[in-house]
Structures are given as structure tokens and as C-alpha cells.
């Protein structure tokens, strides 16, 4: 959410930075709103003082035998204008709180305006595979290796699910393992959160109300939408300090988490996306930051390192880029992607979306902290980084690494885990 007395002190810059992501901006009728609550608000301070000082003169008035009749009557009146204004300030509130939920996150200054064909391709790292044949993809690979069995996962979830089986479940489950020994060393602290979360953890990360028809909802007859499946940890994990104040001493806060994710993925798949490219449930550890304001810029850096460094422990050939404000998500100021190679599509693919949402998820949820000698709270930053998702790492590994025999090579990152540094159809 974003912060009304800067909107109303530099109302042209907000609104310029706006529209990197916004066709139309014009924040005049929030700003009237607010203008007339804060008159009302004056007004209102000024009965209530007149109403406290009559209300004391009364007694006085009565006990020395003078008429307070006058005096009765005016504060009748007065205490009707002030419950009328009341009821104004409420609903101006409500409706200034509404606008304000709706808007997007202000873009950083160096985030380019536009969609997606405006994104920055900041750095590559390795070379794309060269193939004597043309590569087979990852959903013939993985089922000729017996990796991944479609049809059964289909059977029990519909479109949209597969399952892991035999070596397949043990290479996933040695990919997440990796990645979560990886930010252990690091010291991050592991959290494992709930899966169904409450409607206030979707509106603090900033995804409601404008996504919430885009998640696997909990209903009842007596509640209604009462709670959802966590689309991605980082959904619990802003949740983790809501409405605590931290110490500054307690910054960075630096946490990491292993859910499943659960996504509609509304709409048709594209030939290309089939198999595990996209899909309503996959694997995924999320790391995740609280920081001071002025430390935020260091701490998105020290993300996307540690999530690059996976993929380059992987021996994957990636590219990284700076989105634009329009292909980032709403509620990140600034998010950079790290897309891998994925040789039968021809195109990179992103494996984890690196973001600082500055103090907007903050402010949502009321996260701050109280810096040394202060009494004045300020608001953290946030941020997330998938550390990994593996729904696209395996078909990269298996891509990247098949052999003109149908095998697929290892790293050695995994080979350890798995006893060898082939995959081949014995195997299976």
C-alpha cells in the first residue's frame, strides 16, 4: 500500500511513476477525498473542544443557579453535527483505505516502464547445448527415464498434475534438498507454514483483493471465503511479522521456506506448456528477507546471487534480466528474473523472479520496526526470491543434459545425492 502523505505531498511524481505500469493515473479524486476528511477532521476536534468546555461549565453554571437551558440545547446540536461527521469521516475512510489497496507499487527509479518486450537482459552465464540431433524435449525424456508418470497423475489430480515416481522422486526430492542445505549455510532459518492461509496473508502480500479469484479457495455456507491454498510460501512468510514491531537490532530478518504451490492457471495452455512447464501444483523453497529501508538495495543483490548461484551449482545455461514495471508482479518495486534454457521450446524460461517490494507489503500488513534511541517506528522492507521452483529446473536439467543415447547427465551436485551421474532408461 502506499503511503497517502507522500501521494499528497508529491502527487506529480507518484503519478509519473505511476504510469510505467498504469494506463491511466489520477489520483485528484483520493486526494479530494482526503483534503475533505482532513477538514472534517478539524471541524469535528473543534465541536468535540466546544462540547469538553461547556460540558464542564454546566455543573458550575447549575450550582451557581444560572440558566444552562441555552447552553443544553447548543450541545444538542453540537453532538448531532459530530456523530453526522463521524459517520462522514468513516466512510471517507473506507473509501480513500479502498482506493489506496488498489494501487500498484510505485516502480524504482531505474525499473523501465512498459511490458514486457521493454525487459533488460542484464547478464548470461554458461553456453546454450549444441545437439548432433535435434533435442528431444523434457516430456518425452522424463517418461522414456521413468521420472514422471502424466497419465496417473492425471487420473487422480485432472489436467494440470503429474507425478513424481521412483528415481523422478528422488531427483526431486534431492533438488529441494539442495537448495534448502544451500540457505541453511547461509543462515536462513527454515520455516515450514501452513498451506491454507486467511484471507488478511493474501491481502498483506498485496495479491487481494484484485487476485483472489486467481487461488484454490476455501468456502463454506456459514463464512463464505473463509481461507485459501498458499499460491507460494512468500504469501505466508510476509505474514511471518504482521502487526509486530521488530528492534533494529533484530535486522535483517532472514527466513526460507519448502511448500507445494497451488495455482489455477486459468485459461488454455499453449502447445509448448505441457508436461511440467505449467501446472496447478509443483515444489518450490522461497527465501525471504525483513530489512531496514536503506539496507533493502543490498539485500535484493545478496537474493539474486544466492538464487543464481543455485543454477550455476546446477551447471544451467541462464540468462538474467531487470523487468519491466508492467511484467512485474504489482506489488514489487523493483524484480529481477532468472530464466533458464529450455532447448526443444528455443526460449528461456523464468525459474525464479527476485523482488523487492520496498515498504508496500509492509504498510499492508503493519510490519515495522524501532530503530536504537528512537521512539518513532518506520516500516521494513520485504523480499522474496524462489531458491528454487523445480517445475522448470527438471525439464532444464533434463534438457540440457540429455545424451544422444537418450541418457541425461548429472551435475555433480546431484550426482552425490543420487549415487550416480546418469539417468538412463535401465534405470527406470
Known sequence: MLDL???????????EALRKRMDDV?????????ARRRELVGDADELKARRNQVSSEIPRLKKAGEPVDALLSEMKDVSARIKAMDQQIRELDAAIRDELVRLPNLPADDVPAGDKEANTVLRSWGEQPR????PRDHVDLVTSLGLIDYERGVKMGGNGFWLYRGTGARLEWAL??????????????FVLPPHLLTYECGFTAGQFPKFEDDVFQIRSESEGFSHF???TAETALINFHRDEILSETELPRKYFSYTPCYRKEAGSYRAQERGMIRGHQFNKVEIFQFTAPEESGRAHEELMAKAEKLVQDLGLH?????????????SMAKTYDIEVWIPSMNQYLEVSSVSNAHD???????????????????????????????SRILPALVEQ???????VLLPPALARRLGTDRLSVRDA
Open 401 to 407: 543434459g540429455q545424451q544422444a543415447d537418450g541418457s
Open 360 to 390: 508496500y507489503q509492509a504498510r499492508r500488513g503493519n510490519i515495522r520496526f524501532r530503530r536504537e534511541g528512537h521512539k518513532q517506528t518506520e516500516f521494513v522492507h520485504s523480499l522474496n526470491a524462489s531458491g528454487l521452483a523445480t
Open 5 to 15: 502523505a507522500l501521494i499528497r505531498n508529491q502527487r506529480e511524481a507518484v503519478e
Open 318 to 330: 541462464y540468462r538474467a534480466s531487470l523487468l519491466a514495471a508492467r511484467d512485474a508482479s504489482a
Open 26 to 34: 489520477d489520483l485528484s479524486g483520493l486526494l479530494d477525498r482526503d
Open 229 to 231: 491454498i498458499l499460491p
Open 176 to 189: 529441494l534438498n539442495f537448495f534448502i542445505e544451500s540457505h541453511l549455510a547461509d543462515g536462513y532459518e
Open 131 to 134: 545437439f548432433d540431433v535435434a
